[in-house]
């Protein structure tokens, strides 16, 4: 019992920060062009000035953009790929967390 | 003038705050400082949005003995997105004054001009870009001139990390006694610098600073 109790308090302190950080949800971005660090930086220049925007996270890998909002707060995809179309690139598909 | 170019290319070595790209992301600023066996530069320029450019460019050529002040506009003329590439077509030109402090053209004052186009493609492993530029200086100087480089990435780094190119490059002045030069040269890129550095086939050293805030 004591050690169930311990793991439920350890589970929520970790997860609390995670939820406090990006508690208004996520949308993942497909991008074309998406080629190197300075594409990456471009992006975070331009959503950093979007007031919905907490940060966004760039995988040069996946060429997805993960996009956090701030909480109560979205962008919609036609914000979102005008955005992305002013930065110097293009979108291949939107997905929204579930 | 060879004093005040060198003093202001000090003074830009320590701004603060890449890719050699001459149109940033919108309402970004980038301050170029290319140094070669031919001439030095500074080109500092703000891109109102991602299709062009406005900036100032001081240029000193070292054979001439002159230096050209222009105001620069770079327009992206087309870009090509793909999943894995990018690839990009701009025109540079800048317009101003050349002044030269050489013999017959000693204190001499001129017009001056200059227009080009610039191909580039990259992935995060290979690198290929092409440019030309015509320049016309009054009395003082005209030429053509133009560029090629390759280049490959030894490992893929992720965002954030320090990425490393090799590249080559080749510049043909068809007016030039040595032509065509040859410099083989690393690029390193991290957060908002990026630094090349190269000798020639001339011996000349080759290096390039650009920082994008």
């Known amino acids: ?47 950093g000035k979007q007031e919905a925007v907490d940060n966004i996270t760039v995988n040069l890998d996946t060429k997805i953009v993960t996009i ?23 979108v291949e598909g939107i997905k929204h967390d579930e | 003038m060879r004093f005040i170019l060198f003093a202001l290319l000090g003074m830009g070595l320590f701004i603060p705050s890449v890719h050699a790209r001459p149109v940033s992301y919108p309402g970004g600023w980038t301050t170029m400082i290319m140094n070669n066996g031919d001439r030095h530069s500074l080109h500092l320029h703000y891109s109102p949005t991602a299709k062009y450019s406005l900036g ?105 990390d320090l990425h490393t190119w090799l590249m080559l490059e080749v510049e043909h002045t068809p007016e030039a006694e040595d032509n065509f030069t040859v410099t083989p040269l690393v690029r390193l890129f991290k957060d908002v610098h990026l630094i090349e550095a190269g000798v020639s086939n001339h011996g000349d050293v080759l290096f390039n600073w650009i920082i994008r805030y």
């Open chain 1, 1 to 47: 019992m004591k050690n169930l109790f311990l793991t439920t308090i350890l589970v929520l302190a970790l997860s609390a920060p995670a939820y406090a950080m990006h508690p208004g949800g996520t949308v993942n971005v497909d991008i074309n062009g998406l080629v190197c660090d300075f594409c990456a930086r471009a992006l975070e220049k331009v959503f």
């Open chain 1, 68 to 90: 956090h909002f701030n909480e109560g707060q979205s962008l919609d995809d036609e914000t979102i790929t005008q955005l992305i179309n002013d930065a110097g690139y293009s």
């Open chain 2, 56 to 160: 100032y460019k001081l240029e000193y050529w070292r054979d001439g003995d002159y230096t050209i002040n222009t105001l620069q506009m770079n327009n992206l003329l087309k870009r090509w997105n793909m999943p894995d590439a990018q690839a990009n077509l701009y025109l540079k030109s800048g317009v101003g004054v050349a002044y030269s402090d050489n013999g017959n053209f000693d204190g001499e004052t001129d017009l001056a001009a200059f227009t080009g186009i610039a191909a580039d493609w990259e992935n995060r492993r290979f690198f290929t870009s092409y440019e030309n530029r015509y320049t016309e200086a009054g009395d003082i100087d005209d030429f053509y001139m133009q560029s090629a480089r390759v280049g490959v990435a030894p490992y893929i780094g992720d965002y954030g």
